[in-house]
C-alpha cells in the first residue's frame, strides 16, 4: 500500500482541494463572462464589416475606426481568457499535487505555494487586461445621435 493511501490522509488532501476548487469555480465563471464579450466584439465587427462593403468609399471612415477598436478589444479580451484560463490550469494542478503528495507521502508544500502564487499572479494580470478591455469599450460607447 502506497504511504499517504489511507482514507485518513486522502480525507485531508480533498479538504486541501476545496478552496482551490472554490477558485475554479470563480474563474470559470469569469471566462465565461470573457468569451461572452469576446463574441459579441466579433458579430459586432462582422456587422461593420458587412456595411463596410455597402458604404461608398470615404463614407467609411468612422466604421474602420470602430473596426480599429474592435479588434483592440478583442486582443485586450483575448489575453484576459489566456491569463485566466492559465490560472485555471496552475489550480488544477495545485490539486494534482495535494492528492501526489498525499498517496506518495510527499510534502509538496513549496511547489503547491509557488504554483498557487503563480494562478493569483496570472489571475491578478487577466482581470487587469480585462478591465482594460472595459474602460476602452466605455471610452468609445456612443449613445444617441450627437456623438
Not at 480533498?14 to 458579430?43: E, H, K, W
Request: one cysteine or more; a positive charge.
Amino acid at each position: 500500500m502506497l504511504p499517504g493511501g489511507d482514507v485518513g490522509s486522502v480525507a485531508h488532501a480533498i479538504q486541501l482541494s476545496v478552496a482551490p476548487v472554490f477558485v475554479l469555480t470563480g474563474i470559470g465563471a469569469l471566462l465565461t463572462v470573457m468569451t461572452n464579450r469576446l463574441a459579441r466584439v466579433i458579430d459586432r465587427a462582422r456587422a461593420l464589416e458587412s456595411r463596410l462593403e455597402t458604404v461608398e468609399t470615404g463614407a467609411d471612415a468612422e466604421i474602420r475606426v470602430m473596426l480599429k477598436t474592435l479588434a483592440y478589444r478583442a486582443k485586450l479580451i483575448g489575453r484576459a481568457i489566456y491569463l485566466c484560463t492559465t490560472t485555471a490550469l496552475l489550480v488544477c494542478t495545485v490539486i494534482a499535487l495535494l492528492f501526489v503528495g498525499t498517496f506518495l507521502g510527499l510534502d509538496p508544500a513549496i511547489p503547491v505555494a509557488l504554483l498557487f502564487i503563480a494562478a493569483m499572479i496570472a489571475l491578478v494580470a487577466g482581470l487587469l487586461w480585462f478591465l482594460r478591455e472595459i474602460y476602452v469599450a466605455t471610452s468609445s460607447l456612443r449613445i444617441g445621435p450627437d456623438n
